[in-house]
């Protein structure tokens, strides 16, 4: 008989010839060693927390507009947020803009986003943000020539050296500021010699992005993060696996900012976002997140720290562990669910279990910190982890779950 992965049985692991040191049993995430990016005050790297990003939607010569929706990102708990900016004009009003949130206690840090033959640009407003974005495909735009075929070796060879030579002031006015870049390769806006010369493929985003990583380093500038978007997310995962492969190869270890481009709105957005990121972070890769909703910016935070909580990445809200309801259950599972959701959902830190039956309930939730369990009709049992503390009336149970963790000194008020 075959023994479970699971079996802590070292001699029947062994006669299986199962190595339950192979990091495909370890439950814990490993992150990719990087190094420490600092933006503002906050810092992203695998020594630190995974960090959460959004951008903001408001134009930014709206300056009321955009310090509003700064504002409600922060308050939502984003911890850097990006605004585009497309002219002068904008990068120039990033100094009101910042002013008016230092004015009221708003720290968090700025991004600036900056596309097309954008190095003017670039040099003006990182005096004014934390850190700026470039996209590889646009940061040296030409038209493209729709009777080009190819790109010789000296074409291509020359286009690399009008990069470097106008991407090297800006690396250089960062790191005179002592403030970080992100390198952001969009799967949809590849330049047309990579293009060319590599396909639509996650190799030629890789390629786009290590060419202007190379010039970083070579001016030894360091305080830099790299993304590789994408809007499926077969090709956003690829893409980052072999980013992280070949910067690792290079020596060049530089953290990732993770996200699945322009995934839509609602269930579908959220969980497209969720099957890219998730499924990197679960292989260690990944510092930082955004989630692109077609929605109001605010509502992609929620989503973000869901899955940092899902992973163990992030304790940031309640744990809630309740069983699906089946004919064992003994009450209203889903209206339970609700009201204590209802009472407790502003508590950090905690798991609690909300299990229909004794079935279910011990065994399922052993990991909880408290736990609510039908017992028998009418009746309800209260768990603190493993243990049976009491049995109360079940219209007395919610209330009585808030009795026992205030008893616990867990409790703060909404």
Same mark, same amino acid.
């Given at each position: 008989?075959? @023994?479970?992965? #699971? ?18 049993? /370890? ?11 600092? &933006?503002?005050? &906050?810092k992203i790297g695998s020594e630190h927390p995974v960090v959460v990003q959004s951008m903001i939607n408001e134009d930014t010569l709206d300056i009321p507009g955009a310090v509003a929706g700064v504002r409600r990102l922060a308050e939502a708990?984003?911890? =850097?947020v990006r605004v585009t900016t497309p002219s002068m004009a904008h990068a120039r009003a990033m100094a009101e803009i910042r002013t008016r949130l230092h004015s009221q206690g708003y720290t968090v840090p700025l991004v600036a986003d900056v ?15 934390? !850190? ?10 030409? !038209?493209?020539?729709? %009777? ?9 060879? %020359?286009?690399? %050296? ?5 991407? *090297?002031?800006?690396?250089?006015? +960062?790191?005179?500021?002592?403030? @970080? ?25 890789? *390629? ?8 970083? $380093?070579? +001016? ?17 995962? @690829? @893409? ?13 270890? #530089? ?6 481009? *322009?995934?839509? /709105?609602? /269930? ?5 976002? $969720?099957?890219? =990121? ?8 990944? /510092? ?12 992609? =935070? ?17 744990? #809630? ?18 009201? &204590?959701?209802g009472a407790t959902a502003h508590l950090t830190g905690l798991d609690i279990a909300v299990m229909g039956c004794i079935v279910n309930g011990p065994g399922e939730m052993a990991d909880a910190d408290y736990g609510y369990v039908g017992k ?6 209260? #768990? ?16 009585? +779950? ?13």
């Open positions: 008989m075959t @023994a479970s992965l #699971y079996s802590t049985s070292g001699s029947s692991a062994e006669a299986d010839g199962l190595d339950l040191l192979d990091p495909r049993f /370890d439950t814990r995430i490993h992150r990719r060693r990087t190094r420490t990016v600092r &933006v503002g005050d &906050v708990g984003c911890e =850097i596309h097309h033959n954008g190095i003017r640009i670039a040099l003006e407003v990182a005096k004014h943000v934390d !850190k700026v974005r470039i996209n590889p495909g646009l940061f040296i735009f030409d !038209k493209p020539d729709p %009777q080009r075929q190819s790109f010789s070796a000296e074409e291509f060879s %020359q286009i690399g %050296q009008r990069i470097r030579d106008t991407f *090297e002031p800006l690396v250089l006015s +960062l790191k005179q500021q002592d403030k @970080a870049l992100r390198v952001g390769v969009n799967h949809g806006s590849l330049a047309e010699r990579m293009l060319f010369t590599y396909g639509d493929t996650p190799r030629g985003m890789v *390629e786009s992005a290590m060419e202007f990583l190379r010039i970083c $380093a070579e +001016l030894d500038y360091h305080n830099v993060v790299v993304s590789m978007k994408a809007s499926r997310a077969p090709v956003m995962m @690829a @893409a980052y696996r072999l980013m992280a492969h070949s910067m690792d190869g290079e020596g060049l270890n #530089y953290p990732l900012h993770l996200g699945v481009t *322009e995934a839509g /709105d609602g /269930d579908y957005g959220r969980i497209k976002s $969720a099957a890219g =990121i998730a499924s990197l972070l679960a292989e260690g890769l990944g /510092d930082t997140i955004r989630v692109s909703l077609t929605e109001a910016p605010e509502k992609e =935070i929620p989503v973000c720290y869901a899955i940092l909580q899902a992973l163990g990445l992030r304790k940031t809200m309640v744990e #809630y562990v309740a069983c699906p309801s089946c004919g064992r259950t003994l009450f209203n599972l889903e209206d339970v669910l609700h009201k &204590v959701r028998t009709p009418g009746m309800i049992s209260l #768990y603190r982890g493993r243990d049976e503390i009491r049995k109360v009336p079940e219209a007395e149970g919610v209330a009585a +779950l808030i009795a026992l963790i205030k008893e616990d000194g867990r409790w703060v008020d909404p």
